[in-house]
Structure formats: C-alpha cells, structure tokens
C-alpha cells in the first residue's frame, strides 16, 4: 500500500492509545490547558497540517499521547520556520507531561532531545540523546541529537564517532549534512561541499524548510570557497523551496558584500532584521551599513544588537557567540572576556575558544589570545574569520611568519566575507606585503 | 512571567531601533547548526509495488515499483525526479527460501544541459532528447543473479515528467514522449522508467479522521452521514520502474510452470531504494582526488523496502521503522508480533462500537491469526501447507495460475474468487485497502466471516462487503499495454477540478 496513506493509516494505529479507552475517552474535550494554537485551514504547508490533525485528534481524545507527541514535535519544527520562541514553551509543557507518563518512549526522548539543543542545553541533550539511543539502538534521531551536542561541548572525537554511525545508519539529509560539517570542521571544503550536496539532493523537491537550510549551508561552503555564482544559486534555490526563508536572504546579502556592494547587502538585511530579528543579522546589517558610510544607520543597528542580547539574558536564553564577539568590537573590556569566559564554560567548542581569544586580543592580551587562538583552531578549521582572527592576534605578538599563515588561508578563500573586516583585512595584507585579491564579480 | 518579558522585549527592541518595527519572537538564539534531525526522503520512498501475469502475453509478469508519492503534476519548475544518488531496485525470491535470488537495478543519470536556468523545458518538447528538454534522465539496468552481475540496458532515457499542454500535449505524450523510452531486454522482456499517474486509490481524509469509512458513517462512534469515499491521491503522479519480464527468466527452473502447488511456481518480490555510506573523513590522504574517491565508495543501505501492501506502514510501529527498512525480509521473523496482532483491528471495537465488539472482533496471535499466516506463507494462492513458504513480507505471484482466474477482473479479487489478483500478486485496479480492511476484520478466518464477504459480521446485519473506504478505483485507469500504468497528469490541467482524465490512446 501507498506510503502517503501509511500516514493516514498510521494515525489511527497510533490513536490505539490504551486499549482501555472507551468511547467516553474520544468524546472527551481537550482540557483548557492544552497549548492549541490556531492554523490557517486554507495553509498548505505540511507542518500547519500536522499542528491541525493533531490538535483535531486531541480535541476528541485529550488523553491520546501520540497525538500529544505529534504536536511537540510539529511546533518544534514551526520554530525551525518562524522563529517563534513561544512555541517553544508549549512544545515543552507537552513533553514535560509525555515525559512523567511515556519515559521509556524513545520518540518521547528524542523530541526533548531535539528541544534542550535548540535551547542550547547541550548537556542535557547529550543526557537524553544516549538514554534514547539505549532503548532504541542505532537510531538515526537519537544519533543525530548526540553528534550536536557533542559538536557544541566541544568533544569532536565523540561527535566524530557519533556522525559515522548515524550516515552508516540512515544516509539522509539529515546525517549527510552532519557529515558536512565535520568535514568543514576539520578544514576539508570540498568534502564539506560535496556532503552538503549530497544532503540537497537526498531531500528531492518537495523538500520546504529542511531543503532550504542545507541549501543555505551549502551556500555558505561555496561562497567561503569564492564560488560566488554557484553560491547565489543555492541562496536562491533555498528560496524557491521554502519562500523567504530568512537565511536564503542573509546569504543574498552575503554574496552583495563579497562584491563590495555593500549598501544592496544592506536594503536586503533590513528584511531579513525584520523577519527574524536575531543578534547575527543585526550585526551584519550594521556592518553593510557601516561599509556603505550609513554611520547614522549603523549604529542605530548596532544599539540593537545590544537590545536583543540583554533582552535575551532576561529570558533565559544562554548567551551566543555572536554576541560575545560583537562585544569584543564593539564594548571591549574585562568584563566582555568574563561573559567570553563564562559562554566557553556553557559551550567549550572551538567557536567558543574564538570568541574568548578575539575578547582577549582587544584587551591586548595576545599571548592569552594566541592559547585560545590555537585552541579554536586546534581540528584544523580554516574558517575564514578564524583564521583572521589569529592572523591579527600572531601578528600583534610579532609573529609574522604565523601571520602570513592564517592570513594567506584567508585570502585564498572569499576574504570578503563580513563587511567590517574587509578593511581590516586588507590592512593586516599590506603590513604583511601580501596582495589582497579584487572583489568577486 | 515569561510572556511578559517578550512582550518588554518586542517593546524595548522597536524603540531602540528607531524605525525598525519588529515582531515579538526571537529566543531561537542563532549560533549552532541546527541541521533537522529527521528528514522526509520522498526521492528514496517506495510508495507501492505491482506484480501481476500479463493480461496480453501468458508467458510473461510484469513488475512495478513506485516511488515518490503524491507529487503535484503543477510542481514546477523543480519537478521530482529520480535520485542520481540512489539505487533503486526489485529483488526476487524464485525458490521459496525467502533469499533474494535475483535483483534488478537501477541507477539514473541526470543532464541539465543549460544550468543558468530553472526551467524543466525552453519550447516544446516533441521526443525523447528534445533540445527543449533542459532536464533529462538517463538509466542504466543490471541484473544482478548466481551468474553475475549483467547490465540489461543503459543510457536508457526516460520520458520529460508532463510539464503541460504546451510543453507536453496530452494527446500525444504516451505515442510520441513515453512509449519511445520503452526499452528492450535480451531476454525479450521490456522496460520503463518515468513519470506515471498514480494507480493508488485512498479515501485518506476519511481514515485519518478517526478511521472514518464514508459508506459506513452512521455506524461510526461519531456519527456522520454516509457518502462516497474522497480519493485522496487523485490526479498525482508518481515516478514507476517497470519491468515486463518472460516468466522463464525469473524462475528458479527457467521454465514457465504449470503445476500450482509447487514452491516453484511461485515468484516472491520487495522493492527497494538504497543510499550510499559516506566515509565522515579520509584516512590521512592529502590529495583531494584520492580524498574524494575514497569518500564516495560507501556501501549501499537499503532506507526504504515495500513488499506486501500495508505491512510497513501500518503494521510496524514508528519506532522500528529504520530497523525495518534496512532489513532484508529473509530476517521478518522479529517482526511477526507486531503483524499478527494488527493494531487497526483492535481498533475496530473501539470506533464502531455499533457494529464490532470483543466477540466479533479476531483476537491476534499466532494462534488466532492463521488467515495472516496463509497470506505470509503463500498458502493464500495455491500451496498447500506441505508447500508452504517461510513467512516473510515478499508480494507473492504464482505464476501457474492463470491472469484472470474464474471470475471477471474484479477489485476485490481473490475476496471474489479471482485469484488472478492480491494477495496473488497485485494488480494496479485491486483495492487492496478494501480487502485488507476485510482482512483484518477477520472475513477469511473461520467462526467469523468464512472467507465470504458476503457474510454477516457475527451478531449483526453486516456483511463484510459493507467494510470498505468508498473509493473503489483510481483517476486514471490502467493502459491497455506495458507499463500499464497510466499517462501522467499534466501541471496545465492540475488547477482545474473536475477535469475529465488524460487517458492515452
């Protein structure tokens, strides 16, 4: 039988809840207290369809758990493409409640998996990845939890061991592109590349949301790597599988600064701010402002930055390293290296040994930086802004030969990659009588 | 407490931004790949599997194998296509030990001959390798059996999907668009590779609304009135392999038997779609060449096998899907709880409390469930139980009774004594969710229906026959001639309902 009915059919296999449940229990009204939301009968999006049935089966059964778990994890994935944090609150009251009630369910385990990594509780994912994984053995889900949580604590022998197991599992888009990022990790963009294609093409073309963020990674891989065209057709590809997905339009905008137009990169980033207002496109759209002399703007956009970070810290929400490093440049002080401290202590990944090192290097503790430089970079990543980084931090230590070095890797990528640099950059070459290369056309 | 903050947030953040206006709604802090964790893979998705005797030629079988369901005919520019990537095959079983004998693959290669553009087609397409045509699939065949591994066509194109009347004029895309791409074996067997309407019929609506059967709505726990059944999958395509193969090269003894009691006249058959390993990273190899070989030489993992229609979807629960997929059936046994106590019919019961209760509903088990044993073991078309088959999930033809047996062609078949049809084989106009509904109310076992539909369902004025979706047959119906399966719909027509079906010639 067709799989599309699988679906169907599936349903009403999962309504068997308890074998006990009578007709009184499907009469029964869904208490007042669960987290409906409101769906737009006419959407045709999959995910509004899952909130829809689920809460149409919830409304005649309160007690079905199943439709409970399908509705978890249909918010989770409606954040995925609205960014709306309040969903993530239901999802949890949800889980909460399946937890106390399901707690040898290993769909249960994974959908507060998923939930702790998206608030970056990285810890307990790792906690809850593994109790999945022992009740449900080789599963691609409970896997893919334990590869990002060990990416974010910095434990890549662990994450490493984790995404092979989980594309030996289950190749799909999901772990292909786990496969990507290691590769990307540890300096290697071709096989990053070649991953994070194989990833766009395993979704097919009805792949919406989960096709348009490989796509956009994949964007990101090429234009790092200066395939520039290549890059624009992946941001652009990303938009026709799921319509103005904000990343697909920073990525846009990324491949305008890689060619100096800088006031273009921003008209495009004041949409992007507005859809999502995250701390990283607010610092990019204040960069492109800056770039293109909109100081006025430009700092109108940088007091936002401020706003959401300390407006984020007042809801809970562990501090990101976008915003640790925009401090570095923008308040540097001591009291910006302890914030830096303390989000490497929450995340000891190698992004988080940059953010430190950069805080530092502003302070002008270079040897410090240089620690943490080596740290960030100790898997072998060539990430450009990384790399930047301990070009400056080596060369204000006097140390020209390990300049050149991360400076060259910079160069012979996409060196235009974030519009406030590319003035930095180009200064740190000429100190270092090495040529800065034209902007892409 | 919470809300409140959000809404000081969404406050605070418009006033500092000046002319910014800024929705509430951004504690998904950015800064970690947050890469999904469970994808759809519709492109590697087996939908369904045909086997049938062909109705035109008694020595050969036919074998399709769908993938990609419910693909919108208007899903331009980027219609679906088959996976480069992935390998998609139809695995035999020809003496009844439930090993695969003999597996036909296929691979796909696709050319966009003009990159820079998102259109399928730039002018109308008039024949297969039309310059218009700016994306095109090519395919390669092997068997693959004790002797080898034989390549049985390649460089075989596939039709263009039906992009529209002007690209793809529906009066002539089967004469001039599909049957062109029809290859020739060596055996003198055939095949197709494209694009197909979908021979599926499904009232989804209905059942996924608290397993509604329209026909039968007043005696549903929530009453409703009754009506015809809503085909769900109406008028989407679907993307077919075909095979029309001499039964003698498919049989163990390279015959075409006779004898319908014999494990060797019956073929058993799983379609598949696999993807390939990738090794995380090189061991130490510097150059990027050898780097790149040695990633992309990964086996192969079967994510998705189709046999018997409704076993994976319905009878294996979510949790043991991945298992289940990357299991060839020679390891069903793990599985057998889970299949002979289907969960739908404990259900039953529950919703038409009017009509099933604990007495008229088949307890499962081993020891209730003999008719799902019969039908696992092949005793269901023509073996008796000294030539019974190891029980497995394998669609099962037997190839010594004859396509049409007894009766008229009919959508119940072997429920209506045509044994030319499910559970012998498949054919694309058998309802199979109707039969199988029946099925698991128990219409074959003893004490309950007495393999008569006709029957009342004991205690009531029920037949069996009344258990069904409503939908008793698809949009388009079977071509007369391989593949069978029917012309595409074309994205022009899709918008407007109510357009009568594209039926070639």
Request: charged fraction near 20%; proline fraction near 7%; glycine fraction near 8%.
């Amino acid at each position: 039988m067709n799989k599309a009915a699988s679906a169907a059919l599936m349903g009403l296999v999962l309504m068997m809840v308890a074998p006990a449940c009578g007709g009184d229990h499907l009469r029964a009204r869904a208490p007042a207290t669960l987290p409906f939301v409101s769906v737009d009968p006419a959407s045709g999006s999959p995910t509004d369809r899952a909130i829809a049935d689920a809460q149409k089966r919830l409304h005649l059964n309160a007690n079905d758990d199943e439709a409970r778990l399908a509705l978890a994890v249909a918010f989770l994935q409606k954040v995925r493409e609205t960014a709306d944090p309040t969903l993530y609150l239901k999802a949890q009251g949800l889980l909460d409640d399946l937890a106390s009630r399901r707690a040898d369910n290993p769909t249960v385990i994974e959908a507060r998996g998923t939930l702790a990594l998206a608030q970056h509780r990285f810890e307990d994912a790792l906690e809850l990845g593994n109790e999945a994984l022992r009740l449900a053995p080789d599963n691609a889900t409970a896997l893919g939890i334990l590869v990002d949580a060990n990416n974010e604590l910095g434990r890549y022998d662990d994450a490493l061991e984790a995404t092979q197991r989980m594309v030996d599992t289950r190749p799909s888009l999901a772990s292909y592109s786990r496969v990507s990022y290691a590769r990307e990790l540890r300096g290697d963009f071709p096989g990053a590349i070649e991953a994070m294609q194989q990833a766009v093409s395993s979704a097919g073309s009805t792949g919406g949301e989960n096709l348009a963020y490989v796509e956009t990674l994949l964007g990101q891989l090429l234009l790092t790597t200066g395939k520039v065209t290549a890059a624009d057709r992946a941001f652009t590809a990303a938009e026709h599988a799921f319509p103005n997905f904000p990343a697909a339009l920073a990525g846009h905008a990324q491949v305008l600064v890689a060619r100096d137009q800088f006031s273009a990169a921003a008209d495009v980033l004041t949409r992007v701010v507005k859809v999502q207002p995250l701390a990283q496109y607010a610092i990019a759209y204040g960069d492109a402002l800056s770039a293109s002399g909109r100081d006025h703007e430009a700092a109108r956009a940088y007091e936002l930055v401020d706003v959401i970070s300390k407006l984020f810290q007042a809801n809970g929400v562990r501090l990101d390293l976008e915003t640790v490093l925009f401090d570095a440049d923008h308040h540097p002080g001591n009291s910006a290296v302890d914030r830096a401290r303390r989000a490497l202590r929450d995340r000891p990944s190698g992004r988080a040994h940059d953010a430190l090192a950069w805080n530092l290097y502003q302070v002008g503790s270079f040897d410090a930086a240089a620690k943490e430089s080596q740290r960030a970079l100790a898997l072998g990543g060539r990430d450009p802004q990384e790399q930047f980084h301990a070009a400056a931090i080596a060369f204000a230590q006097g140390n020209r030969v390990n300049a050149i070095e991360h400076l060259r890797t910079v160069l012979t990528e996409n060196p235009r990659f974030n519009a406030r640099l590319i003035p930095k950059i180009a200064s740190l070459a000429r100190s270092l009588d090495l040529a800065m290369p034209k902007p892409l056309p | 407490m919470r809300a409140n903050k959000l809404v000081a947030f969404g406050t605070a953040v418009a006033v500092a931004s000046g002319m910014l206006l800024i929705s509430v709604g951004t504690a998904n802090a950015s800064s970690h790949r947050e890469a999904p964790l469970i994808s759809q893979d519709p492109t590697a998705d087996n939908t369904d599997l045909y086997m049938f005797r062909d109705p035109n030629d008694s020595t050969k079988v036919d074998i399709l194998a769908n993938y990609i369901g419910l693909e919108k005919p208007d899903g331009g520019p980027n219609f679906a296509k088959f996976g480069d990537d992935v390998r998609y095959e139809i695995n035999i079983d020809n003496n009844g030990d439930v090993v695969t004998d003999i597996t036909y693959q296929f691979r796909f290669r696709t050319v966009v001959r003009n990159p820079n553009t998102f259109l399928y087609n730039t002018g109308p397409i008039g024949a297969p390798n039309d310059a218009n045509q700016n994306v095109q699939q090519f395919y390669t065949v092997q068997r693959v059996d004790k002797y080898g591994t034989h390549t049985l066509v390649s460089d075989q194109p596939t039709p263009p999907v039906n992009v529209g009347e002007r690209s793809t004029p529906s009066a002539t895309y089967e004469s001039n668009l599909a049957r062109p791409t029809i290859g020739s074996l060596p055996d003198g067997g055939k095949v197709f590779a494209g694009s197909r309407a979908d021979s599926f019929f499904v009232d989804l609506g209905s059942i996924f609304d608290l397993l509604g059967l329209r026909p039968i709505n007043t005696a549903h726990l929530i009453p409703r009135p009754t009506s015809n059944g809503v085909n769900s999958v109406a008028r989407t395509n679907v993307h077919t392999i075909a095979l029309q193969l001499p039964i003698s090269s498919v049989t163990t003894n390279g015959d075409v038997p006779t004898n319908v009691d014999s494990k060797a006249s019956v073929i058993g058959a799983y379609a598949s779609a696999s993807r390939q390993k990738v090794r995380v990273l090189s061991n130490g190899v510097s150059d990027d060449g050898d780097r790149a070989l040695q990633r992309s030489h990964g086996r192969w993992v079967q994510v998705s096998r189709l046999g018997i229609p409704l076993v994976n979807e319905v009878l294996i629960p979510l949790g043991k899907k991945d298992l289940w997929n990357a299991t060839d059936p020679e390891n069903d046994a793990q599985f057998f709880g889970n299949i002979l106590d289907p969960e739908p019919t404990r259900l039953l019961p529950v919703v038409y409390t009017a009509v099933f209760n604990a007495s008229n509903t088949p307890p499962g088990g081993a020891a209730n469930r003999g008719d799902l044993i019969k039908l696992l073991t092949g005793q269901l078309i023509g073996l008796s139980p000294a030539n019974a088959l190891p029980p497995a999930d394998l669609l099962r033809v037997n190839v010594a009774v004859p396509a049409v047996n007894g009766t008229v062609a009919n959508r119940l078949a072997a429920l209506q004594g045509d044994t030319g049809g499910f559970p012998n084989g498949r054919r694309l106009t058998d309802d199979v969710i109707d039969i199988e509904l029946q099925v698991l109310a128990g219409v074959l076992l003893p004490g309950f229906g007495n393999g008569d539909p006709a029957n009342n369902i004991p205690g009531t004025a029920v037949p069996y026959s009344a258990i069904g979706d409503g939908v008793n047959q698809a949009t388009s119906l079977p071509l007369s001639s391989f593949p069978y399966e029917p012309t595409p719909f074309g994205g022009y027509s899709q918008p407007e309902p109510g357009v009568p079906p594209l039926i070639a010639p």
